[in-house]
Structure formats: structure tokens, C-alpha cells
């Protein structure tokens, strides 16, 4: 029997009790997740420095034929957007909040899909000046939608374009190597 779930968490098993992995790895994801949070009390801050939540997003237009992307400057590749809970046990409201963020865009997350769960490495690097060891993203990504004539606008700091690109391109345009399996997955899964 596994230890229960830390009351700040609810919310975010309340979503993996709904959800169906789609493969054995993501199976063994929501595994560790559920293990992490029975014990671990930090996980939605980066005060915890091994690992955190973040919420990302496969923002769609109303067709669903494209697929609205970041030029994220760390990693220097086309990318979904994304960030960290920062507290905030609702991965959705963060999704959202990310998204308009580095986009500009309204986003609407019709039907409150959860689209995947990974458990992401991110390698040791600078962010403003300031060293940030590896650490791992307990990160769960949402399908949004936007509409694909509304403005655009980059997040100074963040990334430094945004686009809409045809849904098919999105593992290609990235130049992460990780990411694009991580894209394919998600994808297949739409």
C-alpha cells in the first residue's frame, strides 16, 4: 500500500486519478509522482532544488491544425510554453497563466484536458546570470486553445518570438533532441 498524498497536493492527484497513461514510461512517471508527493512537502516551489512541478502547454488554434510556439532564448529552439507552479497547486491556472505570459495570447483549455505527465531532466545552466544545478520537472501539460488572429507578443527574458506553426512541425522545429520525443508522444496522443 502506498503512503498517502500530502494534503497540497489533492488537486494535482485529484487530475492522475482521471488520467490514463498512455504508455508503460508514462505509467512509471505517475508512479514516481505519486511517491514524490507522499513525501516530499516542497514540491510546487523552487526552494526545492532536486525537483518541482511545472504545468506546460500544447496550445491548438480552433481547428486544431496549428500549434501556437515559443523561441525559448535558454534553449534556443521553438518550444511549448510552460513554467513553474511557484506555489500554486492548480497546474491548470498555471498553464494558462504561462501561456498568456510568453504568448500574449487568451488561452481557453476546453474540456480541462490533460494531455501527459513526464518527468523531465533539465541540465545544469545559467538563467540571469545565476548558476541552476540539474534538477528534474515533475510537469504535466495541458491541450489549450487560442485564436490564431489574435496578437502575439514575446515575453522579454523568456523567449523572443512567437508563431503559429502547422501541427505536424512542431517535433522538427525543435532543436532539443529530448523534446522532440517528448512532442512525437504528444501528438500521438491528440
Known sequence: MEPPILP?????????EGYRPHDPREAQDIACLRRYMAQWPDLLTRQNTALHFTASSLILNAAGTRTLLCWHNLYQSWSWTGGHADGDGDLLAVALREAAEETGAA????????????????????????PVASHLHLNLT????????APLAACPGENSAVGWFALEQLPAVSTEPDMRTVYRRLLERL
Not at 497540497?8 to 485529484?14: D, F, L, S
Not at 481557453?108 to 545565476?130: C, F, N, Q, S, Y
Open 107 to 130: 488561452c481557453t483549455a476546453p474540456g480541462r484536458r490533460l494531455l501527459g505527465v513526464d518527468i523531465l531532466p533539465v541540465w545544469a545552466h545559467e538563467k540571469r546570470g545565476a
Open 142 to 149: 495541458f491541450l489549450l486553445q487560442a485564436d490564431e488572429a
Open 8 to 16: 497540497q497536493y489533492r488537486g494535482i492527484a485529484a487530475l492522475l
